[in-house]
């Protein structure tokens, strides 16, 4: 597994500006990967569907993302945006190759 996580309340990776940004580039190489907010996953297959095409993906994603509580999750052409009103921790896990990629769209480091 390859977690990258960004973290705006603690040490490395600490993150002050919000929001991320998950970047769906292979929707075929994310069969079983997961994204975690503020301590709950949503699992591909499970919680949210990798199939069609990025946007599609990015759009399932996105859907499941937006209904944890506190999280506000939006997708366009496959780049998923996601904000949180409180505490903000997130990280993705995708086995190699990878699928998807974490950003911070301002501020933080990605650890």
Known sequence: MDPKVLDRTTGYGGCIAL????????????SGASVTVNGVTKTEGVDWTAATSNAATGTSLAAALDAISGVDAASVSGVVTVRSNSAFHISITDT???GMTLAALAGPRVK
């Open 96 to 98: 190699p190759p990878t």
């Open 19 to 30: 929001p991320a940004a998950i970047t769906i580039s292979d929707y075929t190489n994310l």
